[in-house]
């Protein structure tokens, strides 16, 4: 199972693997606090395509094309995360307050499928 989570939400004993998927780590949590069990920021998408969309709801459609595009190069960390996925529970954990435009939301679609 596949979840997706803010990393700023308590944890939860359900939530299994805790992975954060941005590039940048969170502003003001601490690293114990977050209860990360593996950051994947190359997974997250490029510094480019973050800067471009910065959470425009509007840019949302071209966002998920275009890190979708990036995901197909990075398989290897997708075929990892769908793996851990088959052994139990993943939760993505991601920073920004959006949480219906955010890459965890794109990534999650691509490891379910």
Request: hydrophobic content about 40%.
């Given at each position: 199972m596949i979840k997706i989570k803010r990393v700023y939400d308590p944890p939860a004993q359900d939530d299994g693997k805790r992975v954060?998927?941005?590039?940048?780590?969170?502003?003001?949590?601490?690293?114990?606090?977050?209860?990360?069990?593996?950051?994947?920021?190359?997974?997250?998408?490029?510094n480019g395509?973050?800067?471009?969309?910065?959470?425009?709801?509007?840019?949302?459609?071209?966002?998920r094309d275009r890190y979708l595009r990036e995901l197909r190069i990075k398989q290897e960390l997708v075929?990892?995360?769908?793996?851990d996925?088959?052994?139990?529970?993943?939760?993505?954990?991601?920073?920004?307050?959006?949480?219906?435009h955010v890459n965890a939301v794109v990534l999650k679609e691509v490891l379910s499928h």
């Open positions: 954060l998927v941005d590039r940048l780590w969170p502003r003001g949590i601490k690293k114990e606090q977050a209860h990360v069990d593996e950051w994947v920021k190359d997974i997250a998408p490029s395509l973050r800067t471009w969309f910065l959470h425009d709801p509007s840019k949302w459609r071209e966002f075929e990892q995360l769908r793996h996925a088959k052994k139990g529970t993943v939760t993505l954990l991601f920073g920004a307050k959006d949480c219906e």
